[in-house]
T-cell receptor
Framework: DTEVTQTPKHLVMGMTNKKSLKCEQH?????MYWYKQKAKKPPELMFV???????INESVPSRFSPECPNSSLLNLHLHALQPEDSALYLCASSQDPLNRPTNKRDTQYFGPGTRLTVL | SQQGEEDPQALSIQEGENATMNCSYKTSINNLQWYRQNSGRGLVHLIL?????REKHSGRLRVTLDTSKKSSSLLITASRAADTASYFC??????????FGAGTRLTVKP
């Protein structure tokens, strides 16, 4: 299984809603990532989890709350979002980040994304 | 924050022609990767080149890396209409920190 899955594919929510995005991989990867991508722009790194611990938080507003309940799952909890948060949210994973020399870093495998619209 | 700059921003060619995209970056890297993205979809990994490598091939793809100039290029030979997509370079800064360039939108006309 070399796939990263994301649910839902599409999400429309109001500014007062609470929703969650989910990401799952069964490749034994120990690093997982959330990216945000606006139309015609590159993905922007939001969060990185390494061995289920948050290792990078790119100054993301607190209305985005990541969670890594186990090595296969990554969630992004959404609350009180703004219309400008509408974007494609991409999840990715990569292999064991700690037991490899940095010049042997492996590729990141991306899920298909969740298209989020905030009304 | 964005790390790389890519040029051109958009490229339109005829099927069968070669397409070359360039990527420049600012800081030291562990490796550089190229990804393809079809409209509104997830990213597909194409090729990874490590900082101690200068050139790499994969099928119709050829990637070069010049660490002294902090630049990389992606060449797609004998392009096909199915190659139409956005292409991004991504630099691995270490500690799971990967940054994407602005991307090149490639259109291959049949």
């Amino acid at each position: 299984d070399t796939e990263v899955t994301q649910t839902p594919k599409h999400l429309v929510m109001g500014m007062t809603n609470k929703k969650s995005l989910k990401c799952e991989q069964h490749m034994g990867h120990r690093a997982m990532y959330w990216y945000k991508q606006k139309a015609k722009k590159p993905p922007e790194l939001m969060f990185v989890y390494s061995y289920e611990k948050l290792s990078i938080n790119e100054s993301v507003p607190s209305r985005f709350s990541p969670e890594c309940p186990n090595s296969s799952l990554l969630n992004l909890h959404l609350h009180a979002l703004q219309p400008e948060d509408s974007a494609l949210y991409l999840c990715a994973s990569s292999q064991d980040p700690l037991n490899r020399p940095t010049n042997k870093r492996d590729t990141q495998y991306f899920g298909p994304g969740t298209r989020l619209t905030v009304l | 924050s964005q790390q790389g700059e890519e040029d051109p921003q958009a490229l339109s060619i005829q099927e069968g022609e070669n397409a070359t995209m360039n990527c420049s970056y600012k800081t030291s890297i562990n490796n550089l990767q190229w990804y393809r993205q079809n409209s509104g979809r997830g990213l597909v990994h194409l090729i990874l080149i490590r900082s101690n490598e200068r050139e790499k091939h994969s099928g119709r793809l050829r990637v070069t890396l010049d660490t002294s100039k902090k630049s990389s290029s992606l060449l797609i030979t004998a392009s096909r209409a199915a190659d139409t997509a956005s292409y991004f370079c991504a630099t691995d800064l270490g500690d799971n920190d990967m940054r994407f360039g602005a991307g090149t939108r490639l259109t291959v006309k049949p």
